[in-house]
């Protein structure tokens, strides 16, 4: 069997090397593309298909205890959705949580290879190590949780730079993490004494810091250590009317903070769809007078590079939104009356995570202007390098619903059919019925491939398809020179639901309806150098602090090499923190 192979007259979007609908022939070797291969290479003729470069997803929940604890929660999902076993393939279940495996497999079929889960609390993290065997086809990383940690808070205090620094590179290196992940500064931690926390500078209990320097200080350990990807951010006042004031207060505080190596973007901003509520002018923050925030968060990104962004895009129907935000989900809980799962163990923890089972529905006001504030932000923002598509899956939706997301910004049609769908009183609430612009197949490309890669630092070899990028591919089942695509919107997900074959690795993986093979997959993990007497003084204090404030011990959180060794692909990363 042969390990080359050359993909014949497909018409390419590869927006990281410029390449807009060409047509142009893919070689691949050894899992890698490169400038040509021998004639003894297996040949693929993909006749006029679109092929992109395998899809990046930076903000997926598939592993980690909340998904453990919201499918214990909800076995009425899986009851919905058996998946049988199939030739080699595992059998288990689909609809909102798949299981493990069915994960790998889904995203493949849609043309995904690389993903992002964005948040496992540090000492947890091998829990989810062990859950990752089991997610095949996918390069996964895993963002480490930071915003509610009592040391993160002790090297603020102590106005301690380096040791905050080196607190996020140990935690990273014993918990294989890809990047850091802040999640309602403060106010988490507040939920341990009942409480969140509402204004940027107000002080959180037990301590003499804010929200603001939380999040401004955690910014510039991440510039200082050079990690590959910006800090990662949910932001506070999640899910509450008005809440677009804070989400803009909270990018204008980090604004201004250098990026590393000259990168303009200091943070990545998340989910945006839950954090973009704008409130009627003059009225008061009630659900009645939600309007949409999407518009005035776009105009604020046309003005400003120094943020990217993800959507959080709602779905109609049913989801199982899951947090870090203990208090969010205590208040989702008291507007739904329905399961609530507190996972107070993680209270302790960087964590403090909730999860409530959602459905979203198009006669609800509030959920008909949630959906118009995501696609009027991306439809209104220049610069799509800086706007991911996502659902925060399963939050806002589960991933599998991405091709029709694709449609809605494909499509005016699609759009304009779904907004007679939602509730009456929504259209004048957002800008979206009057926005004209449609997204090519190069915009999704840049959305969905090159934007996210290059967001998460993996620019050189995911996301793009010039020689030397991993041979993670994607062709689509549409000939873009014969089709008008934005006219038939059902062609449009069709095309994005199953892929006519998704390479992983240069291993065809997945054809239309089937899943035809495994491949060689990774676990990307950072690993921070810093000077070494600092590292060997933070990792003394952090160990004796653990020790004395938590429950748990610190050799908690080392996750073993023969859980890693198999899997882990690291960045070695040196920051000024490293000089
Ligand atoms: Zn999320």
Same mark, same amino acid.
């Given at each position: 069997m042969t390990d080359e192979i050359l993909l014949k007259g497909g018409i390419v979007y590869d927006p990281l090397n410029g390449i807009n609908g060409e047509e142009a022939d893919i070689a691949v070797r050894d899992g890698k593309i490169v400038d040509r291969v021998s004639h003894k290479a297996k040949v693929y003729d993909l006749d006029g298909r679109a092929v992109l470069p395998g899809g990046v997803d930076l903000h997926s929940h598939i592993i980690g205890s909340k998904i453990g604890t919201a499918r214990a929660m909800a076995p009425e999902y899986h009851r919905t959705e058996p998946v049988p076993r199939r030739g080699r393939l595992r059998s288990g279940v689909g609809s909102v949580l798949p299981s493990s495996f069915v994960i790998g497999y889904r995203y493949s079929q849609m043309g995904y290879t690389t993903v992002i889960d964005p948040a496992i609390p540090a000492v947890k993290a091998?829990?989810?190590?062990?859950?990752?065997?089991?997610?095949?086809?996918?390069?996964?990383?895993?963002?480490?949780?930071?915003?509610?940690?009592?040391?993160?808070?002790?090297?603020?205090?102590?106005?301690?730079?380096?040791?905050?620094?080196?607190?996020?590179?140990?935690?990273?290196?014993?918990?294989?993490?890809?990047?850091?992940?802040?999640?309602?500064?403060?106010?988490?931690y507040a939920w341990a004494h009942h409480m969140n926390v509402h204004d940027l500078d107000e002080s959180i209990p037990d301590w003499e810091i804010t929200p603001r320097e939380i999040l401004r200080n955690l910014v510039s350990a991440v510039e200082h250590l050079g990690l590959p990807h910006t800090v990662h951010l949910h932001p506070n006042n999640l899910g509450t009317v008005g809440n677009i004031e804070t989400t803009i207060a909270q990018l204008e505080a980090v604004r201004g903070i250098r990026g590393h190596r000259g990168r303009p973007q200091v943070i990545h901003l998340t989910h945006i769809s839950f954090e973009s509520l704008g409130c009627l002018e003059g009225e008061e923050p009630e659900w009645?007078?939600?309007?949409?925030?999407?518009?005035?968060?776009?105009?604020?990104?046309?003005?400003?590079?120094?943020?990217?962004?993800?959507?959080?895009?709602?779905?109609?129907?049913?989801?199982?939104?899951?947090?870090?935000?203990?208090?969010?989900?205590?208040?989702?809980?008291?507007?739904?009356?329905?399961?609530?799962?507190?996972?107070?163990?993680?209270?302790?923890?960087?964590?403090?995570?909730?999860?409530v089972p959602y459905t979203y529905s198009p006669k609800s006001l509030t959920n008909s202007v949630q959906w118009m504030i995501s696609l009027e932000y991306a439809l209104s923002v220049c610069d799509l390098w800086r706007c991911v598509i996502t659902t925060d899956s399963p939050n806002a $939706?589960?991933? =599998?619903?991405? *091709?029709?997301? /694709?449609?809605?910004?494909? !499509? &005016?049609?699609?759009?304009?059919?779904?907004?007679?769908?939602?509730?009456?009183?929504?259209?004048?609430?957002?800008?979206?019925?009057?926005?004209?612009?449609?997204?090519?197949?190069?915009?999704?490309?840049?959305?969905?491939?090159?934007?996210?890669?290059?967001?998460?630092?993996?620019?050189?070899?995911?996301?793009?398809?010039?020689?030397?990028?991993?041979?993670?591919?994607?062709?689509?089942?549409?000939?873009?020179?014969? $089709?008008?695509? =934005?006219?038939? *919107?059902?062609? /449009?997900?069709?095309?994005? !639901? &199953?892929?006519?074959?998704?390479?992983k690795h240069g291993v065809l993986v997945a054809k239309g309806e089937t899943v035809v093979a495994d491949a060689p997959?990774?676990?990307?993990?950072?690993?921070?150098?810093?000077?070494?007497?600092?590292?060997?003084?933070?990792?003394?204090?952090?160990?004796?602090?653990?020790?004395?404030?938590?429950?748990?011990?610190?050799d908690n959180y080392a996750v073993p090499a023969r859980y890693r060794t198999p899997l882990e692909a690291t960045v070695r990363v040196r920051g000024s923190a490293g000089r």
């Open positions: 091998l829990g989810a190590w062990e859950e990752v065997a089991d997610v095949p086809l996918l390069d996964v990383g895993m963002l480490s949780l930071f915003s509610n940690s009592m040391l993160t808070f002790h090297y603020i205090q102590e106005d301690d730079m380096a040791g905050l620094a080196a607190y996020i590179a140990w935690t990273l290196r014993m918990a294989g993490g890809y990047g850091v992940k802040v999640v309602n500064p403060g106010g988490t009645k007078n939600v309007v949409s925030g999407g518009l005035e968060l776009a105009e604020y990104a046309n003005r400003h590079n120094h943020f990217t962004a993800d959507l959080g895009q709602i779905a109609f129907g049913p989801a199982m939104t899951m947090t870090a935000d203990g208090p969010f989900q205590f208040r989702l809980y008291g507007i739904v009356r329905g399961k609530w799962s507190n996972i107070a163990v993680d209270v302790e923890l960087p964590g403090g995570a909730g999860v $939706a589960p991933f =599998t619903q991405y *091709p029709l997301i /694709i449609s809605w910004l494909m !499509s &005016k049609k699609q759009r304009s059919e779904w907004i007679q769908r939602i509730h009456p009183a929504a259209a004048k609430k957002s800008t979206l019925p009057d926005i004209e612009r449609e997204w090519s197949l190069y915009d999704v490309a840049v959305s969905t491939r090159a934007a996210p890669a290059r967001i998460l630092g993996l620019e050189h070899h995911k996301g793009h398809l010039g020689i030397g990028a991993d041979a993670d591919i994607a062709v689509l089942d549409v000939r873009p020179n014969d $089709a008008n695509v =934005t006219e038939k *919107p059902k062609d /449009i997900v069709k095309a994005f !639901s &199953k892929t006519y074959m998704t390479f997959r990774h676990v990307l993990t950072v690993h921070p150098v810093i000077e070494e007497s600092t590292w060997d003084r933070v990792s003394s204090e952090v160990e004796s602090l653990i020790d004395r404030w938590y429950v748990h011990s610190h």
